[in-house]
């Protein structure tokens, strides 16, 4: 029975992405590959949604933590709203249909350029700093906007992700606050929105309630008479390891909502509540899988060798972080603890270090887990390696949603790409 902490699940020896069978799905595609669950991203997202049992709630699904376009596609067809944080996620957006008031646009150290293109389209501005929302207001005097404020907390699953505190550069301080009411009024700008996100990940939710209290304490109806909506970010933790402790976001919810009541009581009229998961909504949807071509035993020391690397997949690299790996191709094998490297020429270039697995050999194809959100997106042509493929299990059947493009191909679009005539 499949509960929501992977997507990938196991009857017996064998592992399954709905009924597909995994080691079937990776000797049939060419690997490295991403393969998306689309349908386990809609359970996640239809969980959370009625988690937060607020009446007045919104999910605006973060479409940096994975922007492929046949799932944002899906994901439009399930009434999700998104977060942008560039022109271009905006464009690309409204392109594939989603509704201009279905987009909240939180860019931050937004150039006159961008704010201006990102105006033209019509979605809802969140303001990060005092220097943009002047520019804001003395550009487009008498709209509506809503303010970021840096909720003084410190949370996430690491350093790199944390965006509250004051010495982090996300948000308006909460003390600017009266600066903020004095642009506004002299610009007539309604602050219909205040918007807070604390970090990535967040295990500790007292650090959220704590971010949502400090917000919720600046609001009253006398400063923010146009306020409709009040927005708590992202964060939601996911299970990168299957060992740690699930996060209880029913409970999280019905607190949440409770306090939300209390505060719109208090503020005299009915406020939407927003929300804007990333990772929760994808990550544990996704898995990236490579293949073993080399096998070193350095004196005791098992080194694995793959076909991808850290350009494909950098979280481990560049985070420190834990993903869970299976050997679909030997899953009764004898453990032994390896090395999972990369092929890139950096000796950093470690997926997993010391990890006891199934007996490796070459061939095997090794399937890492939570890989939906912030893979793909982050990954780059480092090493120029092309992009790897990615597939999509809509409803069972399995869509190609990108190939990769060869060698010869790659070699070509680079020098099409700097002007250069073969
Ligand atoms: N809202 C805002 C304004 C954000 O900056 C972010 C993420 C989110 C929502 C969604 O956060 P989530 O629910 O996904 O935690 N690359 C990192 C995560 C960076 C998150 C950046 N901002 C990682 O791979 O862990």
Redesign the pocket.
């Known amino acids: 029975m499949q509960n929501l902490n992977n997507s990938i699940y196991n009857r017996g020896n064998e592992y399954f992405i709905q009924e597909q069978n995994m080691k079937s799905l990776c000797e049939t595609y060419e690997t490295p590959f991403y393969m998306y669950d689309a349908n386990y991203m809609l359970k996640k997202y239809d969980s959370l949604k009625k988690y937060l049992c607020w009446n007045n709630t919104k999910i605006f699904y973060?479409m940096?933590?994975n922007y492929n376009p046949h799932l944002l596609k899906i994901m439009r067809d399930h009434g999700f709203y998104l977060?942008t944080?560039s022109p271009s996620e905006v464009m690309l957006a409204l392109k594939l249909g989603f509704e201009r008031d279905h987009i909240m646009f939180?860019a931050n150290n937004m150039t006159d350029e961008e704010m201006n293109q990102v105006k033209e389209q019509g979605v809802m501005f969140n303001i990060d700093s005092l220097v943009r929302l002047e520019k804001y207001a003395k550009e487009y005097a008498g709209s509506a906007i809503c303010i970021?404020v840096n909720p003084n907390v410190i949370a996430g699953?690491?350093e790199?992700?944390q965006?509250g505190g004051d010495q982090c550069k996300f948000g308006i301080l909460l003390s600017d606050i009266p600066k903020v009411l004095k642009i506004a009024k002299q610009h007539n700008l309604r602050i219909v929105g205040v918007?807070e996100?604390t970090?990535?990940?967040i295990s500790d939710l007292t650090k959220v309630f704590k971010s949502m209290n400090n917000v919720l304490d600046i609001l009253n109806p006398i400063d923010f008479p146009d306020l409709k909506f009040v927005d708590f970010?992202?964060?939601?933790k996911v299970q990168y390891d299957p060992n740690e402790k699930p996060i209880d976001y029913a409970e999280f919810g019905a607190k949440a909502g409770q306090l939300f009541q209390n505060f719109c009581m208090g503020y005299g009229r009915e406020l939407e509540m927003y929300f804007?998961?990333?990772?929760?909504i994808v990550a544990d949807g996704g898995c990236f899988v490579v293949q073993v071509n080399t096998i070193k035993n350095n004196n005791g020391r098992l080194i694995v060798g793959t076909n991808s690397g850290f350009p494909h997949l950098i979280?481990p690299v560049f985070?420190g972080?834990y993903h869970h790996i299976i050997n679909v191709s030997n899953p009764e094998g004898t453990p032994h603890k390896y090395d999972i490297y990369g092929n890139t020429c950096e000796s950093g270039d470690c997926f997993a270090c010391e990890r006891e697995l199934p007996e490796i050999r070459i061939g095997d194809y090794l399937v890492i887990q939570n890989a939906g959100?912030?893979c793909r997106s982050?990954a780059s042509e480092y090493n120029l390696r092309a992009f790897p493929s990615e597939y999509i299990v809509y409803n069972n059947e399995v869509i190609t949603s990108k190939k990769r493009i060869s060698n010869a191909e790659l070699a070509e679009r680079i020098l099409s790409d700097y002007g250069i005539e073969d």
């Open positions: 973060a940096k933590a977060d944080v939180t970021r699953e690491n790199k992700v965006t918007h996100h970090g990535s990940g970010g992202g964060g939601f804007e998961p990333g990772k929760y979280r985070y972080a959100a912030y982050m």
